[in-house]
């Protein structure tokens, strides 16, 4: 539900309470070309970088308008992630681990594989923030490291190819990774590394996976890349609890077909038992950078792309039949033209019926804070008592009571 973009004026952060409501948070223009920026949350920590200073980490309290740190590295930043316990600050053969209540560097993982795109991950979930990154440069190796102990937890032979995308869920307990092919996603226990999910986002040609995303509940996984498909998984087990088909030839071949796969080598029978698809998008661009995001906002399930020209496009997503999600509407992120331009996107009849449609045509919208489901803060189980945010004493102090909303069950 928090959106946040860096332009060539700055950056702007904006907050997303329904379908038809975009509201801009923030806007600021004091740093041009920010090709970084990272909320924590819904808290007033905004960490930015620009391309003028791109060895420079700049660390803000935007409500506030003041700069409460900068850091400058020895190379460029590639890519900055941060919960509740951890900042990372990710260059090219280096990774540098601050503790976000004071900002000192609690650790330095030296001579790390090349990863000149900045390639990794940290769990949302600070109780184990859990730091995933390439082990190598030309196999598919992922790296566990343990961020509240600072101690490597495992290596992960996820992929046969180099590394293109990495994701935790929301609670840290599971990993996904796909590698630059694009074709396979697979899906990890952590911290123990077994596999538990494969998928196939397809076999014709290889895409560059761009973004990889679980939904809070951890009961979908969404990747998006340079082609126009998006794909959404839904993480179940296939059990063998299914009625008994009747005695049919195809029934007969389905059922030794399943048998094969137990004698065949362990790649093929693999290749075999891979669920496709569960929901797809059908995207309007192709070749475009974009980031995805499957949030519930007004009580339903929304698949959220953000594409690289500054537009946002909202679908509905059929939790129960997946298959083919409606796009609802469209927003503009930049300049004057958002208004008229949201007006001229409002998409109503006549589109293609679904449930989700029918159901968000029924629903109201509430209030953020008592919306269930809704939780900025995600690193918080259903029920879990959240613990005090009050930081340390130090340079680093949220003291907005209502910076972190409390999770709604």
Not at 117 to 134: F, K, M, R, V
Not at 212 to 228: G, I, K, P, Y
Not at 270 to 280: L, V
Not at 356 to 379: K, L, N
Request: with cysteine; aromatic share 8%.
């Amino acid at each position: 539900s928090s959106l946040a973009i860096g332009t060539t004026t700055g950056y702007r952060l904006f907050s997303l309470s329904s379908v038809e409501q975009l509201d801009q948070v923030h806007e600021s223009n004091e740093i041009p070309d920010v090709y970084i920026v990272e909320r924590l949350f819904s808290s007033s920590l905004v960490v930015v970088v620009s391309h003028a200073k791109p060895q420079q980490m700049n660390v803000y309290h935007f409500k506030k308008g003041t700069e409460i740190c900068n850091y400058s590295y020895s190379t460029n930043i590639l890519s900055i992630r941060l919960n509740r316990q951890r900042l990372i600050v990710c260059l090219e053969e280096s990774i540098y681990i601050h503790n976000i209540k004071d900002m000192k560097l609690l650790k330095t993982i030296l001579d790390t594989p090349p990863n000149t795109t900045g390639l990794c991950a940290l769990s949302i979930n600070h109780a184990n923030s859990y730091l995933a990154y390439p082990g190598s440069a030309t196999s598919g190796e992922i790296a566990l490291y343990d961020g509240n102990t600072l101690k490597t937890t495992c290596t992960i032979a996820a992929h046969d190819g180099p590394l293109a995308a990495l994701t935790f869920n929301s609670t840290g307990s599971k990993l996904a990774s796909a590698s630059e092919k694009g074709t396979v996603i697979r899906v990890f226990s952590i911290p123990g590394g077994q596999k538990l999910y494969e998928f196939r986002r397809g076999m014709k040609r290889y895409v560059n996976i761009s973004s990889l995303v679980f939904s809070m509940d951890s009961q979908f996984l969404c990747a998006s890349s340079n082609t126009e498909t998006v794909h959404i998984f839904k993480l179940e087990h296939l059990t063998d609890s299914r009625p008994e088909e009747p005695p049919t030839w195809s029934g007969y071949m389905g059922k030794m077909f399943q048998a094969a796969t137990n004698y065949l080598p362990a790649q093929v029978s693999g290749m075999m038992n891979q669920d496709r698809a569960f929901a797809t998008v059908r995207l309007n661009i192709s070749g475009q950078r974009n980031i995805c995001a499957l949030s519930t906002i007004q009580k339903l399930p929304r698949l959220l792309v953000t594409t690289s020209d500054g537009h946002l496009y909202i679908y509905n997503l059929d939790p129960q039949d997946g298959g083919e999600c409606v796009l609802i509407k469209k927003h503009s992120l930049l300049g004057s033209r958002k208004m008229e331009e949201n007006k001229e996107n409002d998409l109503q009849s006549p589109l293609p019926q679904s449930y989700a449609a029918t159901v968000a045509r029924q629903s109201t919208v509430p209030s953020t804070s008592t919306m269930p489901g809704y939780s900025e803060d995600g690193g918080a189980l259903r029920g879990e008592v959240i613990p005090e945010h009050e930081f340390a004493t130090g340079p680093v102090c949220l003291d907005d009571e209502n910076e972190f909303p409390p999770v709604s069950i």
